[in-house]
Antibody, heavy 118, light 107 residues
Framework: EVQMVESGGRLVQPGGSLRLSCTASGFTFRRYSMSWVRQAPGKGLEWISYISGDSSAVFYGGSVEGRFTISRDNANSSLYLQMNSLRAEDTAVYYC???????????WGQGTMVTVSS | EIVLTQSPVTLSLSPGERATLSCRASQSVATYLAWYQQKPGQAPRLLIFNAFNRATGIPARFSGSGSGTDFTLTISSLEPEDFAVYYCQHRSNWPLTFGGGTKVEIK
């Protein structure tokens, strides 16, 4: 069974940093691209970052480029999101999602909540 | 950045009725469009990819159509479990974007 479990979300002050993790199981992790997608409270979905299976291709959404860094550890089937210079508008549930070869999100984790507030 | 506009924002229907949801792109995305369903407190679920292909395990009552800039998700006969929020997403270029969502609620 394909499964992704996110962790690391918590309350953080504006300007602070946070690292999210996603541990995957049930599939050959290195063969799949992965993404982070977030959802602010009561709002819609926002794609924020993508990384290819071998980490050779990385893309970011405009709202996080320069502040967030996606990475992965294929040996441990783990995906990461380093978030710096956090703002109130970064408050959201952050989902880890597997990316199919059609560049759609075919499996999702349950999400981890990040709250940026003083 | 390609903007996806979904309409209506809310659709009030009864079980058994047909639901027609629209997604319009600000420029052509060919058939590179997907649809997702999200229920309260849950992660989204992939329904349709490449405009009309059903994802694994998705019932036949869900169908997608369209190309270029105009797309439709149709639910032929609403079941109680279909009342949820639906999002479209393109993969034509970077950045990937989602539409704002359509909530299908019980009338």
């Amino acid at each position: 069974e394909v499964q992704m479990v996110e962790s690391g979300g918590r309350l953080v002050q504006p300007g602070g940093s946070l690292r999210l993790s996603c541990t995957a199981s049930g599939f050959t992790f290195r063969r799949y691209s992965m993404s982070w997608v977030r959802q602010a409270p009561g709002k819609g979905l926002e794609w924020i970052s993508y990384i290819s299976g071998d980490s050779s291709a990385v893309f970011y959404g405009g709202s996080v480029e320069g502040r967030f860094t996606i990475s992965r550890d294929n040996a441990n089937s783990s995906l990461y999101l380093q978030m710096n210079s956090l703002r109130a508008e970064d408050t959201a549930v952050y989902y880890c999602a597997r990316v199919s070869d059609q560049i759609v999100f075919d499996f999702w984790g349950q999400g981890t909540m990040v709250t940026v507030s003083s | 950045e390609i903007v996806l506009t979904q309409s209506p924002v809310t659709l009030s229907l009864s079980p058994g009725e047909r639901a027609t949801l629209s997604c319009r792109a600000s420029q052509s995305v060919a058939t590179y469009l997907a649809w997702y369903q999200q229920k309260p407190g849950q992660a989204p679920r992939l329904l349709i990819f490449n405009a009309f292909n059903r994802a694994t395990g998705i019932p036949a009552r869900f169908s997608g159509s369209g190309s270029g800039t105009d797309f439709t998700l149709t639910i032929s006969s609403l079941e109680p479990e279909d009342f949820a929020v639906y999002y479209c997403q393109h993969r034509s270029n970077w950045p990937l974007t989602f539409g704002g969502g359509t909530k299908v609620e019980i009338k």
